[in-house]
């Protein structure tokens, strides 16, 4: 049975949210505190006076693909096309993807927390600013962005349907893809010299791999 805004059906093999109340409970709860704080941050931060906007477009870029994404896989989960749900071990799945969204989420928030001042949700940058390889950006350039798609993977796996898995997952690449090349380009012609040789050190993602 699916339920809570995606309509009520029986099915016979269908994935675990949509049968049980309690882990789409779970589930809806783990989306609000994964993604709340987003929702807020992106209505009510604002650039600073003085800085450099950059952003060519790309949050509003990340939040349609990301949204499309999301949507789809809500899609893909309610239509229940055979051969997409996840049969075996569905609880379990449910579990690793929930450890997994909530894990994306307090590493995203570690990198913010690392960055300082210098976060923004939009792409900008200030008089003053300079290259931060602490934490986690000692490995990674982008580890807010990785806590972010690790969040949209986590929701994937929790979803039990591997449809939805890839529709979210390739929402959140497009989404990420275009704003790293925007984000890196104008630290390029910002920050300059260091921020390239902080590129030729680092992974975008994945320490050591991507």
């Not at 699916?2 to 994935?15: I, K, P």
């Not at 449910?94 to 969204?101: L, N, P």
């Not at 939805?164 to 275009?178: F, N, R, T």
Request: with cysteine; hydrophobic share 50%; net charge positive.
């Amino acid at each position: 049975m699916l339920a809570v805004g995606w309509g009520v059906r029986e099915t016979g093999m269908s994935a675990l949210i949509a049968h049980s109340h309690f882990h789409l409970a779970v589930f809806y709860a783990a989306l609000f505190i994964c993604f709340a704080p987003e929702w807020i941050g992106t209505f009510f931060q604002r650039v600073e006076k003085g800085a450099q906007v950059r952003d060519r477009g790309s949050h509003v870029w990340i939040f349609v693909a990301v949204s499309a994404g999301v949507v789809a896989g809500i899609f893909l989960v309610d239509a229940n096309f055979p051969g997409t749900t996840l049969g075996r071990g569905q609880r379990l799945q449910f579990w690793i993807g929930i450890a997994v969204m909530l894990s994306g989420l307090a590493f995203r928030w570690y990198a913010i927390k690392s960055l300082g001042r210098f976060f923004t949700r939009t792409v900008a940058t200030r008089a003053g600013q300079y290259v931060v390889d602490t934490g986690p950006y000692r490995l990674i350039r982008h580890p807010s962005y990785t806590g972010g798609l690790l969040m949209f993977l986590g929701m994937g796996i929790a979803m039990t349907n591997w449809a939805a898995l890839l529709a979210i997952m390739a929402g959140a690449g497009i989404g990420y893809a275009y704003r790293v090349q925007v984000e890196e380009r104008a630290l390029c012609e910002d920050l300059g010299q260091p921020y390239r040789d902080y590129m030729r050190r680092t992974r975008r993602f994945v320490p050591y791999v991507w």
